[in-house]
């Protein structure tokens, strides 16, 4: 059973800050990584995609991938309250057409 | 407006009452898919499509079934819905090259009693 963990938070950081989402995944096959972000009672919006080691940069976001230790990151800097959110880490294997979602981070920032 | 729609928003009914979702994007998009979303449970795969007339199911397709007659439609049918079908489900559309890069309509929020 192909399994993508994160921890469900919620985890609380500081305006202005940092804030550092992580992901690990089982099927070293794996291939495309993404994290979507959903607001309560929305649905999921795609913030980042990413398919090969190291750092790919959009804006304030920053997606990690080490494919040798299977985790996947989100970091988000200046963190604003509008960035309270749920996060989500989703992994595809190049040979399935499925896509697997972590159950998500919840994320708040503190004003 | 590229856009994912499903209908309708929300459903109550009653256990065994036939019901249809119906899912409809505009992007020319070959991927489709569906999910539910369960509190701890996160949002799981049900059915997805490569393209017309194929499917394949998803890590929970038990009590659904789904078709692809056109590109751009792909209703998720409940033949005999219960209980634990209680979910919020969303479809989702993406260009088969990016299949992850994912578009997601609003949801449906169904309550099986």
């Known amino acids: 059973q192909k399994e993508v963990e994160q921890n469900s938070g919620p985890l609380s950081v500081p305006e202005g800050a940092i804030a550092s989402l992580n992901c690990t995944y089982s099927?070293?096959?794996?291939?495309?990584f993404f994290w979507y972000r959903q607001y309560s009672g929305k649905s999921p919006e795609l913030i980042m995609s990413i398919y090969s080691n190291g750092d790919k940069e959009d804006g304030r976001f920053t997606a990690q991938l080490n494919k040798a230790s299977q985790y996947v990151s989100l970091l988000i800097r200046d963190s604003q309250p509008s960035d309270s959110a749920t996060y989500l880490c989703a992994v595809n294997a190049a040979a399935d057409d499925k896509i697997i979602f972590g159950k998500g981070t919840r994320l708040h920032i503190l004003p | 407006e590229a856009q994912v729609t499903q209908n309708p928003r929300y459903l109550i009914t009653v256990t065994g009452k036939k019901l249809t979702v119906t899912c409809s994007q505009n992007m020319n998009h070959e991927y489709m898919s569906w999910y539910r979303q369960d509190p701890g449970l996160g949002l799981r795969q049900i059915y997805y499509?490569?393209?017309?007339?194929?499917?394949d199911k998803g890590d929970v397709p038990e009590g659904y079934k789904v078709s692809r007659k056109e590109k751009r439609n792909f209703p998720l049918i409940l033949e005999s819905p219960s209980p634990n079908q209680t979910s919020l489900y969303f479809c989702?559309?993406?260009?088969?090259?990016?299949?992850?890069?994912?578009?997601f309509g609003a949801g449906t929020r169904l309550s099986v009693l």
């Open positions: 099927d070293r096959g794996s291939q495309s």
């Open positions: 989702a559309s993406s260009p088969t090259m990016a299949k992850n890069i994912q578009y």
């Open positions: 499509s490569m393209n017309v007339e194929v499917t």
